[in-house]
């Protein structure tokens, strides 16, 4: 009895690493060093002016313990894009180094509010992974959410490097890969659609062959869905973002590629 329980208790601990397992992709594509920096533009109306510079990398960190990755999304306005609503945000996502999401942070300064949001990933026996998500603005808490979903899920800065790993030397036109993802309050599914090959320019003179990305929110299997961000990456093993459009309540940003380092390829 005493050995079937200690089988027992064995096989609990495992269950979660096993469904933590079925979120594990092989990472090709980027490694800890990689740094990517871009001009940030904003769109109210007809035409995109120049609004700040965002960058994105990569590091080795430390999480419960455990050595994974850390990846850091940084943007600031400047010029005149400043003078009408300064920003400043910094934006952190936890994962192992088999891009399996496991926290999530926001710390945001836009106009006079400051927000700071922290999301942790739960991955339970039952196959269910779900994600806590509390945001505090300007000292007062707006929502504590849980969001839950039968399979893996991704927030806003993960949901980047996932869409890097993709197999796209076996998708063509038309192709998606479908997954949970939550922003704020909001769980909805996301589709990756793959939208063909582009040439894209990127503000460092150079011309870049592009898988173009188009992912679609849908909260609803029988709903309209909406489009939250269009990716152009490199069409080689590096996948670099070279042009990411993500859609505002009000108008739209787009950053665009000034220039690299650190890449795995």
Do not use: W
């Not at 090709?28 to 990689?34: A, L, M, R, T, Y």
């Not at 700040?52 to 960190?61: D, H, V």
């Not at 800065?157 to 197999?167: G, K, V």
């Amino acid at each position: 009895m005493r050995k079937n329980s200690l089988l027992y208790l064995l096989g609990m601990l495992l269950l979660p690493l096993g469904l933590k397992a079925q979120c594990e992709i092989k990472n090709n594509n980027f490694q800890e060093g990689e740094v990517l920096l871009y001009d940030m533009y904003f769109k109210y109306g007809i035409l995109y002016t120049k609004a700040g510079s965002s960058s994105l990398s990569i590091n080795n960190s430390m999480y419960n313990g455990k050595n994974v990755y850390q990846a850091t999304l940084i943007g600031r306005s400047s010029g005149f894009a400043k003078s009408i609503i300064s920003v400043s945000d910094t934006i952190n996502a936890y994962m192992t180094k088999d891009i399996v999401p496991l926290a999530y942070t926001k710390d945001a300064h836009e106009g006079k509010d400051h927000t700071i949001e922290r999301a942790t990933y739960t991955y339970h026996p039952d196959g269910k992974v779900s994600v806590r998500n509390i945001n505090n603005r300007n000292g007062k808490l707006r929502y504590d959410t849980l969001h839950v979903a039968n399979s893996c899920m991704y927030d806003v800065l993960s949901i980047l490097y996932y869409a890097r790993t993709l197999d796209y030397d076996n998708m063509v036109k038309g192709d998606k890969a479908t997954v949970s993802f939550f922003a704020g309050r909001r769980k909805v599914t996301m589709d990756i659609e793959h939208h063909g090959i582009e040439n894209m320019k990127a503000n460092d003179g150079r011309e870049y062959n592009c898988i173009k990305l188009v992912m679609m929110m849908n909260a609803d299997a029988f709903a309209d869905k909406d489009e939250a961000m269009k990716v152009f990456i490199t069409n080689d093993l590096n996948r670099i973002p070279v042009r990411i459009d993500s859609k505002l309540k009000i108008g739209s940003t787009r950053v665009i590629l000034k220039e690299y380092k650190g890449q795995r390829n």
